[in-house]
């Protein structure tokens, strides 16, 4: 069975500090694995990180592939209030037009 | 604005009775699809549309149908709610339906099924 599993489910941090977001994925056929960010309402894209762009970064988010142990960690520095909300990890798999998302991670950063 | 529009935002129904969500989205993107979101489950995918006329299961389609009868609009169609249908909906679209190609989601909308 396609699965998307993200750890922790749920992180308080005071604002500057550094986290790490995990991501890990047992899926048929990975075509690519993509970072959404979501506050109150609809999630917004952050990162896509396929076989040929197995790195990505925008400011103080970066986020890594690891093809080998399935995996990606999504990690943001210097922490603000604004980075508080659910981090979503969806992996695109099968015939490539399957979308399958983890639980997601609540950060929350608190001044 | 590029957007994708759900609506409604909000329903309170009952129990068998018909309801339609409507999606539109003004990208001219190809693909579209509808995703539930339920504490501890995340997101998981209804139905999908590679393009018009075209529509595919997603993970959980039991109870839903939908329809591409136009690029723009993907309405989700629940033919006879049942509780267990409440949820969070979102529409999201994309380019196209190949790899690497992130989703614009609408709002969502929210469904009580009493």
């Known amino acids: 069975e396609d699965k998307v599993v993200q750890s ?32 109150k309402k609809a999630p917004t894209f952050l990162f896509m990180l ?42 695109e798999g099968n015939t490539g037009n399957q979308f399958y998302f983890g639980t997601g991670t609540s950060l929350t950063v608190i001044p | 604005e590029a957007q994708v529009t759900q609506n409604p935002r909000y329903l309170i129904t009952v129990t068998g009775k018909k309801l339609t969500v409507t999606c539109s989205q003004n990208m001219n993107h190809e693909y579209m699809s509808w995703y539930r979101q339920d504490p501890g489950l995340g997101l998981r995918q209804i139905y999908y549309s590679m393009n018009v006329e075209v529509t595919d299961k997603g993970d959980v389609p039991e109870g839903y149908k939908v329809s591409r009868k136009e690029k723009r609009n993907f309405p989700l169609i629940l033919e006879s709610p049942s509780p267990n249908q409440t949820s969070l909906y979102f529409c999201a679209s994309s380019l196209t339906g190949w790899r690497n190609q992130p989703q614009h989601f609408g709002d969502g909308t929210r469904l009580s099924i009493l």
């Open chain 1, 50 to 91: 396929t076989s040929s762009g197995i790195e990505k970064k925008s400011g103080r988010l970066s986020s890594i592939l690891d093809k080998k142990e399935l995996s990606s960690i999504l990690n943001i520095t210097a922490t603000q209030t604004g980075d508080s909300a659910i981090y979503l990890c969806a992996v």
């Open chain 1, 8 to 39: 922790p489910l749920s992180l308080v941090v005071h604002e500057g500090d550094t986290v790490t977001l995990n991501c890990s994925y047992e899926v048929t056929n990975f075509r690519s694995l993509l970072w959404y960010k979501q506050e």
